[in-house]
């Protein structure tokens, strides 16, 4: 089975920056097919899509971290990067990678544990 592991998050001021990283294991030699999400979770609120990109290179960003985030990946590595600027305080949350087989859809989603981001004064 994918397992998904994700790092990088801690504190940081407003304005900063923060790169997230998700590790991926289990794909075998299939990572390239698969989709790569990232989402988010702040406390009291249902979890969100930050931003995916596909197996291609297709892209999809929420209007709230839209010229802000980008999402890249390795396929090499087994690995995608979420790289965030211009932080506010808003975007403190739990952050969750996923992976999605895209020729093997019918799969369920993996996801990983997730990654506390915090952006305060």
């Known amino acids: 089975q994918v397992q998904l592991v994700e790092s990088g998050g801690g504190l940081v001021q407003p304005g900063g920056s923060l790169t997230l990283t998700c590790a991926a294991s289990?794909?075998?030699?299939?990572?390239?097919?698969?989709?790569l999400g990232w989402y988010r979770q702040a406390p009291g609120k249902q979890r969100e899509l930050v931003g995916r990109i596909g197996s291609g290179s297709s892209m999809y960003y929420a209007d709230s971290v839209k010229g802000r985030f980008t999402i890249s990946r390795d396929n090499a590595k087994k690995t995608v990067y979420l790289q965030m600027n211009s932080l506010k305080p808003e975007d403190t949350a739990v952050y969750y990678c996923?992976?999605?087989?895209?020729?093997?859809?019918?799969?369920?989603?993996?996801w990983g544990q997730g990654t506390q981001v915090t952006v305060s004064s």
């Open positions: 289990g794909t075998g030699n299939m990572f390239s097919r698969y989709a």
């Open positions: 996923s992976a999605r087989n895209d020729y093997a859809q019918a799969i369920p989603t993996s």
